[in-house]
């Protein structure tokens, strides 16, 4: 059985910094497109960042460009998210993603429709 397991998430200060883990198990994910989305109350789901299958390109959100960075370790079949300089408007439930369904996928998956393998999610709340 697929599973992505968040952890890492928190209660911060603005301006504070939290990092974000997704362990995959179940399968080996080397060839998925992964991402990270969040959802705050009243909102809709939102991507915030992605990575492809070979590591080598990325995307981010406008609004957490320059302040977050995801990664990935082959090795684990994990995937990351650094949080620097956290914001208020930060504050959601965040979301790991796989996309299984397109194995080396030449095009980097950035839309929530695009990803078939969720998390259950981790909350980040940052204080003013």
């Known amino acids: 059985q697929v599973q992505l397991v968040e952890s890492g998430g928190g209660l911060v200060q603005a301006g504070d910094s939290l990092r974000l883990s997704c362990a995959a198990s179940?399968?080996?994910?080397?060839?998925?497109?992964l991402a990270w989305f969040r959802q705050a109350p009243g909102k809709e789901r939102e991507s915030v960042a992605a990575?492809?299958?070979?590591?080598?390109?990325?995307y981010y959100a406008d609004s957490v460009k320059g302040r977050f960075t995801i990664s990935r370790n082959y090795f684990k079949n994990n995937v990351y998210l650094q949080m620097n300089r956290l914001k208020p408007e930060d504050t959601a439930v965040y979301y790991c993603?796989?996309?299984?369904?397109?194995?080396?996928?030449?095009?980097?998956?950035?839309?929530?429709?695009?990803?078939?393998?969720w998390g259950q999610g981790t909350q980040v709340t940052v204080s003013s």
């Open positions: 990575i492809s299958w070979s590591g080598d390109r990325t």
């Open positions: 993603a796989a996309d299984s369904r397109n194995a080396a996928a030449r095009r980097l998956r950035i839309y929530s429709y695009e990803y078939d393998y």
């Open positions: 179940g399968r080996t994910f080397s060839t998925y497109s």
